[in-house]
């Protein structure tokens, strides 16, 4: 099993910034992939940004130029870099990591934690 644990979120004014971190534990094999989801009331969850073993990144194209995923393997953590915040990045943000288990992709989420924009 793997958990995952999700901090640095809260809120901030339009223009500001914030930095998610969330680090896994438990018995993590060589993850393929890490990233961040968000889920705003209403609307279904959709992928934000996430990267790959081989440090590849994706974004969705509303936060491309402002946001920034990373990650330390060392410490199996993930952080998302959230730069020129705007009312509609307000959402839970959720971590996700999906490694090779038994031969199987296994999926696992955190918790979420809520990221408001608002002045």
């Known amino acids: 099993q793997v958990q995952l644990v999700e901090s640095g979120g809260g809120e901030v004014q339009p223009g500001g910034s914030l930095r998610l971190s969330c680090a896994a534990s438990?018995?993590?094999?060589?993850?393929?992939?890490m990233g961040w989801y968000r889920q705003a009331p209403g609307k279904q969850r959709e992928s934000v940004a996430h990267i790959t073993s081989g440090s590849t990144t994706h974004y969705a194209d509303s936060v491309k130029g402002r946001f920034t995923v990373s990650r330390d393997s060392a410490k199996n953590t993930v952080y998302l870099q959230m730069n020129s915040l705007k009312p509609e990045d307000t959402a839970v943000y959720y971590c996700?990591?999906?490694?090779?288990?038994?031969?199987?992709?296994?999926?696992?989420w955190g918790q979420g934690t809520q990221v408001t924009v608002s002045s």
């Open positions: 438990g018995s993590i094999f060589s993850p393929i992939l």
């Open positions: 996700r990591l999906v490694q090779r288990e038994l031969a199987l992709n296994s999926d696992y």
